[in-house]
């Protein structure tokens, strides 16, 4: 069983930049994809980005040209990169790990995006 932990997230000023990190227990490099996940108050789960071992990304379309996903199958990590961030960018981030039949989550960690 693989855990997943977060870090990274905090508060800044729309406009501003935060990295958060996603470490696994275990190996990463039969997990495919990796992805980050995102939960805004009130609204559903929703997909931000992802990654494969073998270098494919996908990205929600209110995230492209702003966020870049980035893994490392030899350190167990999986890092997003959030740039020109805005107010609704506002949520709980969460990394996720897709094997069959398990999907592994982790707890969270929240970006709150001032005006």
């Known amino acids: 069983q693989v855990q997943l932990v977060e870090s990274g997230g905090g508060l800044v000023q729309a406009g501003g930049s935060l990295r958060l990190s996603c470490a696994a227990s275990?190996?990463?490099?039969?997990?495919?994809?990796m992805a980050w996940y995102r939960q805004a108050p009130g609204k559903q789960r929703e997909l931000v980005a992802s990654a494969t071992s073998g270098g494919r990304t996908n990205y929600a379309d209110s995230v492209k040209g702003r966020f870049t996903i980035s893994r490392d199958n030899a350190k167990n990590t999986v890092d997003l990169h959030m740039n020109a961030l805005k107010p609704e960018d506002t949520a709980v981030y969460y990394c996720?790990?897709?094997?069959?039949?398990?999907?592994?989550w982790g707890k969270g960690t929240l970006v709150t995006v001032s005006s």
């Open positions: 275990g190996t990463i490099s039969n997990i495919n994809p």
């Open positions: 996720a790990g897709f094997t069959s039949p398990r999907t592994f």
